[in-house]
């Protein structure tokens, strides 16, 4: 069966440090693979999706990077964090466009 | 990209049916419309998805009419567990967007 890890669970990092969250995806090749924040309150932002290895869309312009060295890992990066940056990350992954969507547990990221 | 909105919040009681109604104003052709849950503190879970017309399974309905610019979400009978945020989204081939959210209190 199909598993999605992501991590860390909770995060606490000053501003200005630089940020890496991955995700693997098992059981399952070539997925859509994504990443959301949710800002305190509610409301998934989609900030990267990827169709295939080192191919990434970004849709919101911000101090985030991503990228996808290999099948089945999302990797979410910053090179400098902003207080704005905290919020719940999510990851997820789907086999295509009319198959659900399954999301990894989040990572809880505050910068102070 | 194509963006949904829906109400803010609503208010049911255990045992009631709960419609939740979402725009999809933007939609485009190919997309399908997809609903999930939400509880405090865990990633988002897969409730129904559809093109057209009623979909329905085991625990949800989605009505879509013929124009798709709208959907909604049936719960039957609802329970204090269903207390959560759903969100509907437009599923395209590779993006996935969703709303705001609708924050669901169920009460007893």
């Known amino acids: 069966s199909q598993t999605i890890h992501q991590w860390p669970a909770t995060l606490v990092q000053p501003v200005g440090s630089p940020l890496s969250l991955e995700c693997t995806v098992e059981?399952?090749?070539?997925?859509?693979l994504y990443w959301y924040r949710q800002a305190a309150g509610r409301g998934l932002q989609l900030l990267f999706y990827?169709?295939?290895?080192?191919?990434i869309s970004s849709e919101v312009p911000q101090n985030l990077s991503a990228s996808r060295p290999q099948d089945r890992q999302f990797i979410l990066s910053s090179k400098k964090l902003l207080l704005s940056d905290s919020g719940f990350y999510l990851c997820?992954?789907?086999?295509?466009?009319?198959?659900?969507?399954?999301f990894g547990q989040g990572t809880r990221l505050t910068v102070v | 990209l194509a963006k949904t909105t829906q109400p803010i919040s609503m208010d049911s009681y255990e045992g009631q049916e709960v419609n939740i109604t979402c725009s999809h104003n933007?939609?485009?052709?190919?997309?399908?419309i997809t609903w999930y849950q939400q509880f405090p503190s865990q990633g988002p879970r897969f409730i129904i998805q559809?093109?057209?017309t009623k979909v329905t399974n085991e625990v949800a309905s989605l009505f879509i009419p013929a124009d798709r610019k709208s959907s909604t979400l049936s719960l039957p009978r609802v329970s204090l567990s269903d207390t959560a945020v759903y969100y509907c989204s437009n599923s395209g081939y590779s993006t996935l967007t969703f709303g705001k959210g609708t924050m669901l209190l169920v009460s007893p």
């Open positions: 933007n939609i485009a052709t190919n997309d399908y």
């Open positions: 990827s169709v295939g290895i080192g191919q």
């Open positions: 997820a992954w789907r086999p295509g466009r009319t198959a659900e969507a399954f």
């Open positions: 059981g399952t090749s070539n997925p859509n």
């Open positions: 559809g093109y057209k």
